[in-house]
């Protein structure tokens, strides 16, 4: 069992940055992969970057490569997104998922975290 739980989101100006934590409990953190995943308004909950355990692959959306970062901190359990360049359109709620594997699907991540509201002003 994992619990997450994100911090960091708020409301920012185009342009801005933001980086988003995710903190993780128990002390199986560093054998799950970890994605970042966002939910706009009226919209589909869609994956914007992925994480292997031991940090050595990632993945990005083309929405976000060049601007977005993932990282995690095995010894501090916790996963972040830095969020550079942000556009009224990555306004989301923002959440952190665990799976057993990189994977790019919602639907093969099992642990979820509550979600953290990213808005960006124009």
């Known amino acids: 069992q994992v619990q997450l739980v994100e911090s960091g989101g708020g409301l920012v100006q185009a342009g801005a940055s933001l980086k988003l934590s995710c903190a993780a409990s128990?002390?199986?953190?560093?054998?799950?992969?970890m994605g970042w995943f966002r939910q706009p308004p009226g919209k589909e909950r869609e994956l914007v970057a992925a994480?292997?355990?031991?940090?050595?692959?990632?993945y990005y959306a083309d929405s976000v490569k060049g601007r977005f970062t993932i990282s995690r901190d095995n010894n501090k359990n916790t996963v972040y997104l830095q969020m550079n360049s942000l556009k009224p359109e990555d306004t989301a709620v923002y959440y952190c998922?665990?799976?057993?594997?990189?994977?790019?699907?919602?639907?093969?991540?099992?642990?979820w975290g509550q979600g953290t509201q990213v808005t960006v002003s124009s």
């Open positions: 128990g002390r199986t953190f560093s054998t799950y992969s």
């Open positions: 998922a665990a799976s057993n594997r990189l994977a790019y699907s919602l639907f093969d991540y099992t642990y």
């Open positions: 994480i292997s355990r031991d940090g050595g692959k990632t």
